[in-house]
């Protein structure tokens, strides 16, 4: 079933200058790349974005770094979109990521770790309309 997803490459991936290698995964792993563009988040943003996790402790830290330089946010599309592109990012905790994911690679910390992407359909519901703009994706 060809499904979509919302990306991000966070700040510290983008920071050490691996973008264009994540993106190559993607395009490797067969997803097709609606959107994408580089942004710098403001604190609001991020506590958006994230507001799920407003309870967590982690939360204040994790939009502090979310705005620490530029992200790239993207739309993905291909088959079972969602759960392919959370297998290819690997385990939050790059300490626990099998090898071979983005995060077991570029990942620094449990919080710098490399990538974004929605947990199920009604996340990226959520999350894909947060960056972009219907006219800001580009089906093919
Ligand atoms: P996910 O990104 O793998 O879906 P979530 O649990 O949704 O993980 O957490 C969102 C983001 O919050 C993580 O990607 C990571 O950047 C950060 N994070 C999660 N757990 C921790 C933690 O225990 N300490 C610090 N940051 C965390
Ligand atoms: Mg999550």
Redesign the pocket.
Known sequence: MKQRTLAII?PDAVAKGVAGKIMARIEEGGFTILAAKLIHMTDAQARGF?I??KD???YA??CS??TQGPCIPMVLEGDNAIARW?DL?G???PANAAAGTIRKDFAS?????A???S?APETAAFEIPYFFASLEIHPR
């Not at 910390?109 to 770790?113: G, K, L, P, R, V």
């Open positions: 966070k994230y799920v996790h967590k402790p982690f830290s994790l770094f979310m959370r990012m385990a939050t905790n910390s449990i919080e710098a770790n990538v974004h992407g947990d």
